[in-house]
């Protein structure tokens, strides 16, 4: 695991996850983002409030990576999909499934795994 | 408003070269171009410089001025980064600053090194352009950023891993001639099909390769060309850039790039030019889709047309609207921070008749680069034209 100070909001981000609570930032006008998030970058709002990442998210789009980053190198072949959770869309790792299973509309939940390369935390998805 | 003209152009052989560092490769690069500019390297008012893994690749920062003196340079010189359109954005800084008469003449360049740190870390190099926190730990690479492009686009608009074969065999054979280019080598769709994996729906193929290389243009006030008689009849009529969101997630659309579009737009105004007037492009394919999110941008093509451009002749050297006549990133190779520049070189060489591929525009006036940065994070547009 890498030895390095927390990545503030993100790594509070990821520790909400583990604990069943993910969540997103959404401005005044309603468009979500994820944290950390001063400002609205569609409509300038700075009135961001935390709303609860809803259970499900559909992949929109998703790749088998056969050549990783050397971050990655134990982890390959992997799934890297985006998937949409309504008000906000995540990338992460699809994992629980055979890769060729994987297809866009896949219903997916959001989890915290671990990189087997380096042990380093990371988002997972698994079909719901 | 005067248009900056082209006074020279150089361009270093792209490929493998692990031993050169960055600054002999720009040397090579800014003296040919200063050679062939005519222009006496006193007159040089600033360098702007396009690099973006130097750090990573070569333990170097601060590029700017050891590039200044490894041309003989006593003038300022700025680094831009915008991942791989960091030399568009140095061209159009230079534009920009030639226009308002802050200066006379510029040297643009960029230069990368890449082959010396192996695939993996280069992959991992390349990958930074990304969102570090919500994309890279999730796995993302660049030919992975592209590949979910590419099945987004197939899922909105149809079209097939086949399709962007031919766009590989197309840039591959355009490069046949192309000496500067890192590959010489002609490709089957079979070939591509059959390529390895590398992110599906992506193989080997589809993907641009790591090169070392570097280019530089010297662009000068029209008034100064013509005070010193230059022979530069091809000018920078356009400039644009666009920003989008640097996650994928983020953005509304995966399988189009609203930074080109913006981009594209801007700088058409920017000449008084639209799409149909375009007589040939050299567009930011590192991935084959790229290149057809970027000729959909650029308005050459509707959204959902160009993906069967290349499959039907369209964009080859035959067709009504040759693409990626230097056998674009795919085949010439795609030394990150110079690709920007090397663009700018091939739309003058092809203009001025002086391409080994112009044969294929002998008529043609307005030529575009496209510029990508990141998963189109970052664009820029260019127009040259023929003033002369």
Request: charged fraction near 20%.
């Given at each position: 695991m890498t030895d390095q100070a927390p990545d503030g909001q993100y790594d509070a981000w990821l520790d909400a996850i583990a604990d069943g609570e993910g969540h997103y930032a959404e401005c005044a006008n309603g468009h979500g983002w994820l944290?950390?998030?001063?400002?609205?970058?569609?409509?300038?709002?700075?009135e961001l409030a935390e709303k609860p990442l809803p259970d499900a998210g559909e992949v929109v789009t998703h790749t088998t990576i056969t050549v990783p980053t050397p971050q990655f190198e134990d982890d390959a072949p992997y799934v890297t999909a985006i998937a949409d959770f309504g008000p906000v869309s995540i990338t992460g790792i699809v994992r629980g499934v055979d890769p060729e299973a994987v297809e866009i509309g896949t219903m997916v939940g959001i989890e915290v795994g671990e990189r087997v390369t380096t042990g380093d935390r990371l988002v997972v998805f698994s079909p719901r | 408003m005067s248009d900056p003209r082209v006074a020279g152009a150089g361009v270093t052989k792209f490929g493998k070269h692990p031993e050169r560092t960055g600054r002999d490769l720009f040397a090579e690069a800014g003296l040919e171009a200063l050679d062939d500019s005519g222009v006496d390297p006193d007159d040089v008012d600033s360098l702007y410089y396009g690099n973006f893994m130097g750090e990573l690749a070569?333990?170097?920062?601060?590029q700017g001025p050891l590039m200044a003196e490894a041309i003989g340079l006593d003038a300022p010189a700025t680094r831009f980064e915008a991942a791989c359109a960091s030399a568009g954005a140095a061209v159009r800084g230079a534009v920009q600053a030639l226009r308002n008469g802050e200066a006379d003449v510029i040297v643009v360049g960029g230069a990368e090194r890449m082959t010396n740190i192996g695939t993996a870390a280069a992959t991992d190099a390349l990958a930074i352009a990304a969102d570090d926190l919500y994309e890279v730990r999730a796995g993302m690479t660049f030919p992975g950023a592209y590949a979910l492009m590419a099945r987004s686009y197939f899922d909105q608009y149809g079209g097939s891993h086949e399709d962007l074969a031919h766009i590989a065999v197309k840039n591959h054979e355009h490069a046949l001639v192309n000496d500067h280019a890192q590959i010489q080598k002609e490709i089957t769709v079979e070939d591509a099909l059959e390529a390895p994996t590398i992110a599906s729906p992506l193989g080997l193929y589809d993907s641009c390769p790591i090169t070392d290389g570097a280019a530089a243009a010297v662009l000068t006030s029209e008034s100064y060309a013509e005070a010193h008689d230059l022979?530069?009849?091809?000018?920078?009529?356009g400039t644009g850039q666009g920003g989008d969101n640097l996650a994928l997630h983020d953005r509304p659309h995966l399988a189009q790039t609203p930074a080109a579009d913006k981009a594209a737009a801007e700088a058409y105004a920017d000449a008084g030019v639209g799409a149909d007037d375009v007589d040939v492009a050299e567009v930011h394919d590192c991935f084959t889709i790229a290149e057809v999110l970027a000729i959909e941008s650029l308005g050459l093509y509707e959204r959902g047309e160009g993906i069967a451009a290349a499959t039907n002749g369209e964009t080859d050297r035959h067709g009504e609207m040759p693409v990626n006549?230097?056998?674009?990133l795919k085949a010439k190779g795609h030394p990150v921070g110079a690709t920007g520049v090397a663009q700018l070189a091939t739309i003058t060489w092809l203009l001025d008749g002086s391409h080994p591929r112009a044969d294929a525009v002998t008529d043609g006036t307005v030529g575009v680069a496209h510029n990508a940065g990141g998963t189109v994070a970052s664009t820029t547009v260019h127009v040259l034209e023929v003033a002369e």
């Amino acid at each position: 695991m890498t030895d390095q100070a927390p990545d503030g909001q993100y790594d509070a981000w990821l520790d909400a996850i583990a604990d069943g609570e993910g969540h997103y930032a959404e401005c005044a006008n309603g468009h979500g983002w994820l944290p950390p998030r001063r400002v609205c970058p569609t409509c300038g709002s700075r009135e961001l409030a935390e709303k609860p990442l809803p259970d499900a998210g559909e992949v929109v789009t998703h790749t088998t990576i056969t050549v990783p980053t050397p971050q990655f190198e134990d982890d390959a072949p992997y799934v890297t999909a985006i998937a949409d959770f309504g008000p906000v869309s995540i990338t992460g790792i699809v994992r629980g499934v055979d890769p060729e299973a994987v297809e866009i509309g896949t219903m997916v939940g959001i989890e915290v795994g671990e990189r087997v390369t380096t042990g380093d935390r990371l988002v997972v998805f698994s079909p719901r | 408003m005067s248009d900056p003209r082209v006074a020279g152009a150089g361009v270093t052989k792209f490929g493998k070269h692990p031993e050169r560092t960055g600054r002999d490769l720009f040397a090579e690069a800014g003296l040919e171009a200063l050679d062939d500019s005519g222009v006496d390297p006193d007159d040089v008012d600033s360098l702007y410089y396009g690099n973006f893994m130097g750090e990573l690749a070569e333990h170097q920062g601060h590029q700017g001025p050891l590039m200044a003196e490894a041309i003989g340079l006593d003038a300022p010189a700025t680094r831009f980064e915008a991942a791989c359109a960091s030399a568009g954005a140095a061209v159009r800084g230079a534009v920009q600053a030639l226009r308002n008469g802050e200066a006379d003449v510029i040297v643009v360049g960029g230069a990368e090194r890449m082959t010396n740190i192996g695939t993996a870390a280069a992959t991992d190099a390349l990958a930074i352009a990304a969102d570090d926190l919500y994309e890279v730990r999730a796995g993302m690479t660049f030919p992975g950023a592209y590949a979910l492009m590419a099945r987004s686009y197939f899922d909105q608009y149809g079209g097939s891993h086949e399709d962007l074969a031919h766009i590989a065999v197309k840039n591959h054979e355009h490069a046949l001639v192309n000496d500067h280019a890192q590959i010489q080598k002609e490709i089957t769709v079979e070939d591509a099909l059959e390529a390895p994996t590398i992110a599906s729906p992506l193989g080997l193929y589809d993907s641009c390769p790591i090169t070392d290389g570097a280019a530089a243009a010297v662009l000068t006030s029209e008034s100064y060309a013509e005070a010193h008689d230059l022979d530069a009849p091809i000018a920078v009529t356009g400039t644009g850039q666009g920003g989008d969101n640097l996650a994928l997630h983020d953005r509304p659309h995966l399988a189009q790039t609203p930074a080109a579009d913006k981009a594209a737009a801007e700088a058409y105004a920017d000449a008084g030019v639209g799409a149909d007037d375009v007589d040939v492009a050299e567009v930011h394919d590192c991935f084959t889709i790229a290149e057809v999110l970027a000729i959909e941008s650029l308005g050459l093509y509707e959204r959902g047309e160009g993906i069967a451009a290349a499959t039907n002749g369209e964009t080859d050297r035959h067709g009504e609207m040759p693409v990626n006549l230097s056998g674009g990133l795919k085949a010439k190779g795609h030394p990150v921070g110079a690709t920007g520049v090397a663009q700018l070189a091939t739309i003058t060489w092809l203009l001025d008749g002086s391409h080994p591929r112009a044969d294929a525009v002998t008529d043609g006036t307005v030529g575009v680069a496209h510029n990508a940065g990141g998963t189109v994070a970052s664009t820029t547009v260019h127009v040259l034209e023929v003033a002369e």
